[in-house]
């Protein structure tokens, strides 16, 4: 039986906005990879947004260099999730970010944050508040949060009616006001905006 060589962190960023995609990031590295190198990570949702984009271009740049770390994302759209529901899409997510990183099940251990879970294929294990306690699982989150806020600020561009920017699609008190002002764009989820009153 074959070593298990490697660790991937998987985490999920966007489950509750009214709008925009959710994203899956997933992070490979060896198991003796020493995260040191990035002194301020922590759980994304902890970091400021200035410390979240210096991590990640700090790890964007170290896998163009560097074959003992890789990451990719996964991402599921809006019309997704009001398909499929937010499991199934987040489900699609981390299997189409763990094909990104082709990697053979049998070299890998995934560990995940809260209740997700990757294919049966692999060895897995979900960590209650990982991305808290768990370095590969913070790196994951700072993925995931990132490329999903990069991903909202292009979409503000297309629809600067809702300012996206701002809210990243969450449901404050300006984005319910925009929607009940100008309705729903195409990348707001139905299933999640049913109760509020569009013109």
Request: proline share 4%; glycine share 8%.
């Amino acid at each position: 039986m074959r070593k298990k060589q490697f660790i991937i962190g998987i985490d999920e960023a966007g489950r509750g906005p009214l709008a925009g995609p959710v994203c899956v990031g997933a992070v490979l590295v060896k198991k003796d990879f020493d995260f040191s190198i990035f002194p301020h990570l922590n759980d994304s949702k902890k970091m400021t947004k200035k410390r979240r984009d210096v991590v990640y271009n700090e790890l964007d740049s170290m896998c163009k260099s560097n074959s003992s770390i890789q990451f990719s994302t996964g991402f599921a759209s809006a019309n997704d999730i009001d398909k499929y529901g937010i499991q199934q899409a987040i489900s699609v997510s981390i299997n189409n970010g763990l094909k990104n990183l082709e990697i053979t099940p049998a070299e890998v251990t995934i560990f995940l944050d809260g209740g997700l879970k990757a294919p049966q294929i692999y060895k897995q294990k979900t960590v209650i508040g990982g991305d808290g306690l768990l370095q590969v699982i913070s790196l994951a989150s700072v993925v995931a949060k990132v490329s999903r806020d990069r991903k909202m600020l292009q979409f503000d561009q297309k629809y600067p009616l809702f300012n996206f920017a701002q809210h990243k699609g969450y449901g404050t008190k300006d984005h319910r006001e925009a929607i009940g002002k100008y309705g729903l764009s195409p990348i707001h989820r139905k299933s999640y905006t049913q109760n509020i009153i569009t013109p």
